[in-house]
């Protein structure tokens, strides 16, 4: 693994795409993806209706923490990948963002998580029983949704994703505190806690829009490795990014006790007494701002970072060569617009 | 309301039916269910094994913590009735036991619960973390395993009671501590977290044996008043029962700030000053053994306790009414059994 030239604290610099082209293929994305935007988030608000008050209150508020919809556009875009027109895929893609609801919010219990995207969590708001039984809600309903579609191989495919899913949240907790974590079994874990779902709205895609078994195989190994690299740059921003741009503190994986990638990586590249002191601080009960400033710097002059991001762009070329089988189009532009931007973004 | 015969601190005795032919009854269901018992908890062990050995440890912890099987046997008579004869009945009926032990292990994360059923609460041991996850596993493969079943009707029938029953659990956390709850919100409420699945697995079981729409009707019926009477006698016995019958100590429901039907009764029949002193000890820290004695009694004297036993045996006539369309046969009288047992039960 090669140093990179920064200096320690300073975040590395991403080779190759200058910032103003950065801009460029966001700007052209949000252009593209704004009708589907505005479908989705009509569609979000309708089915948030229920007869119990409290689930649409928390329900909103964690699906208007600024996500970015990822999910239900690629699952949008996989069906028109396959040549899909019409407008039923709307409330079918609205399942993969419950889904995701669902998960952020046992998560916030999982981690006492404080924050969410610059905002207070739900659970400090409204507490862990509601965010607990919310999460539920959303869950069920993303079921019965997709129950509402007919179609038993999609079922298949979304009950097997959100099985392994949180087969992945439970290896995950268990192995949190612990630093010996080996670089396959994170990716194992991020493969369960963030791949699978993003794999499966792909693949579901796929299968809604009526893609034979090519269409369905290369649009699941397409999300698999988006899934992958999206995770690893969001770990590796967790290094990173400021507070303001990320919308959460930096730093927050390490205090939750998770090993992701960067770290990992600093702990087998790292000197011994570098690694002691890794060791020591990761161990320890509360860990200060001076002593994450001094693990990222570690973590920086092992390469850690670099590492994670160049792994992450493996991932994206992996999933834009799965796309081959399909033909130039526009929707296809904008799903390999969609995978770089997942490398470049800073927030 | 009559005013019934017993005196203050003492249970309420059930009228008709005598101890030794609660014992006969009792003897006659457990010997016909056995061999189903036994097919049920082999399934089960076999289907807790996962790749996360935390998700078993956890799952057969709540899954053995004495519970009696009620929903997955439902489902395998229900079939049965309908002629089904076979042994793919059984996997299929873990998932009722499967949702049921999902929604007691985030109960207890909502009800701060210590014990369950005289043993420690799964989160005590495990923590809430690890008990929020497990239970989103419990669910996940539950929806996994009814999938494998390829019956798009069973699964929409499922789907729909497990998104009212977490409504449910909302509605019943919003009005969590407040007194003012009527018999017909608290019926609503008892409807979905409990009737609702038990009516499911009767329903299911009808689809699943290949009843028509007129078998159906009768089996889903029959689930919603055992279900209904299952509860009512449940919250009837958080004022009756010694901690060692019940497995839980009595008074749980008031001191987590549940106002059940008993409580409600004695809110309507009261004196004022009684009303009032009920009141302020409901909105009290801490509800003392004292004070629990205390509104034990107001709800004896009330007629609460018997009210309530009285609307339970109402549902249970009107169960076993529901089943009138099938002949008379070994299965029938078990599930009539069965009706009355929930009844009788002290546990």
Chains 1, 2 share one sequence.
């Not at 219990?109 to 610059?118: G, K, T």
């Not at 809600?137 to 038993?152: C, E, H, P, Q, R």
């Not at 999609?154 to 994703?161: F, G």
């Not at 090519?214 to 967790?238: C, K, V």
Request: proline fraction near 4%.
């Amino acid at each position: 693994m090669d140093q990179i030239s920064t200096l320690p604290g300073e975040s590395p610099v991403l080779p190759k795409l200058f910032q103003p082209e950065i801009e460029d293929i966001k700007e052209r994305i949000l252009v593209r993806i704004r009708p589907d935007l505005e479908r989705i988030e009509t569609e979000m608000n309708r089915l948030l209706t229920t007869s119990v008050p409290l689930i649409s209150v928390v329900g909103r508020y964690i699906l208007r923490s600024g996500g970015k919809r990822l999910r239900p556009l690629l699952m949008i875009l996989s069906a028109r990948l396959c040549g899909y027109r019409g407008n039923r895929d709307v409330p079918l893609s609205v399942v993969f963002e419950f889904l995701h609801a669902a998960s952020l919010l046992h998560d916030d219990v999982v981690d006492h998580a404080e924050l969410r995207r610059s905002k207070p969590a739900a659970n400090t708001i409204w507490g862990n029983p509601a965010v607990v039984l919310v999460g539920d809600f959303l869950y069920s309903k993303a079921i019965l949704m997709t129950v509402g579609y007919d179609n038993m191989r999609i079922l298949e495919v979304l009950s097997q994703a959100t099985t392994l899913m949180s087969e992945g949240e439970v290896l995950q907790m268990v192995r949190s505190d612990d630093l010996e974590v080996e670089e396959k079994e994170y990716l194992e874990i991020i493969t369960r806690k963030t791949a699978v779902l993003i794999s499966a709205a792909c693949h579901i895609g796929a299968i809604f829009g009526g893609g034979g078994a090519e269409e369905e195989s290369a649009l699941r190994s397409f999300g698999l490795s988006l899934g992958l690299a999206f995770q690893l740059i969001d770990d590796a921003l967790d290094y990173m990014g400021s507070p303001n741009e990320l919308g959460k503190p930096v730093g927050n994986d390490l205090r939750e006790g998770k090993a992701t990638l960067p770290l990992i990586c600093a702990l087998m590249n790292g000197r011994s007494a570098e690694k002691n002191r890794l060791r020591e601080i990761f161990s320890g009960e509360e860990i200060t701002q001076e002593a994450f400033d001094e693990i990222r710097n570690l973590v920086i002059r092992s390469g850690g970072i670099e590492y994670t991001q160049r792994l992450a762009m493996e991932y994206v070329q992996k999933a834009k060569a799965a796309l081959h089988i399909f033909p130039s189009n526009p929707t296809k532009t904008l799903l390999c617009d969609m995978a770089d931007y997942v490398i470049y973004r800073r927030v």
